[in-house]
């Protein structure tokens, strides 16, 4: 059974421009807009960036709607990138609603989210290194590539 047809927020490789945007996202969405997820803070992963909860915290990305024709296709394609599975607790990344908010302003959206998973923010938050500012893109440009074929948002 297919979630409710919510907006993603993509912080990493699925954001406009990047590796798994062009194989996942690209032609298949009606918006693509800057966006901000509060309350969490960006950690560098193998390649690819990992998202955990955090009060005070700030992660820059975008808004992405899919169209929804793709809905189900695209939902299924994020959850095998980012190994999600409802019935794990222990996956890489949990598919989670969160309020997001849209640009520079105060518009708030209900989107899903893939934060990292139980074991990986425990993990991260001992020895994890920080992504400055909470922008991926910020952090070395833009990445073409994903290296290992994993993640993320």
């Known amino acids: 059974m297919t979630p ?7 912080y990493g490789t699925l954001r406009p421009g990047e590796a798994n945007h062009a194989l996942f ?10 966006a901000r997820l509060t309350g969490a803070v960006l950690y ?4 690819y960036p ?24 695209v939902l299924g394609g994020l959850d095998l ?4 599975r409802a ?3 222990d996956s890489p990344y949990l598919r989670v609603t969160r309020d997001v908010v849209r640009g520079r302003g105060s518009d ?11 074991r990986v923010t425990a993990r991260l ?16 440009g833009p990445l073409r590539q994903t290296g290992t074929g994993r993640a993320s948002s």
């Open 44 to 47: 560098d992963g193998p390649g």
């Open 108 to 118: 708030v959206v209900r989107a899903w989210v893939y934060l990292a998973g139980p």
């Open 81 to 84: 990138l980012e190994e999600y």
């Open 50 to 73: 990992y998202a955990v909860e955090a009060p005070g915290g700030l992660v820059h990305g975008d808004l992405v709607t899919v169209r929804p024709e793709y809905y189900p296709d």
């Open 125 to 140: 938050r001992r020895t994890g290194t920080l992504v400055p500012e909470g922008d991926w893109l910020t952090r070395r």
């Open 4 to 10: 409710a047809p919510l907006p993603f927020f993509v």
């Open 87 to 89: 019935d794990d607790p």
């Open 25 to 34: 996202l690209s032609g298949r969405t009606l918006t693509e807009e800057p």
